[in-house]
């Protein structure tokens, strides 16, 4: 899943909810839904519900374009 970062032993990362991810990203809930089903946004299903983890958020702005004047 998230490779290439170690994790404290007995430490989950952070789950968003798709609707506050969205709200991070300031994107409506449906364009996140639509860029896990396109395997664009790497997420987990805990049952039926889709979670992302924060650090995936995290590399989503840091490869985020700044807006041109």
Do not use: F, W
Request: net charge positive; proline share 7%; glycine share 4%.
């Amino acid at each position: 899943m998230l490779q290439g970062k170690r994790r404290k032993a007995g430490v989950a990362p952070r789950l968003l909810s798709v609707r506050e991810a969205a709200e991070a990203l300031s994107v409506s809930p449906a364009t996140v839904y639509a860029l896990c089903k396109r395997g664009e946004m790497p997420h987990v299903r805990v049952s039926n519900a889709i979670r992302i983890p924060a650090l995936v958020l995290e590399r989503v702005r840091a490869k985020a374009r700044p807006l041109r004047d």
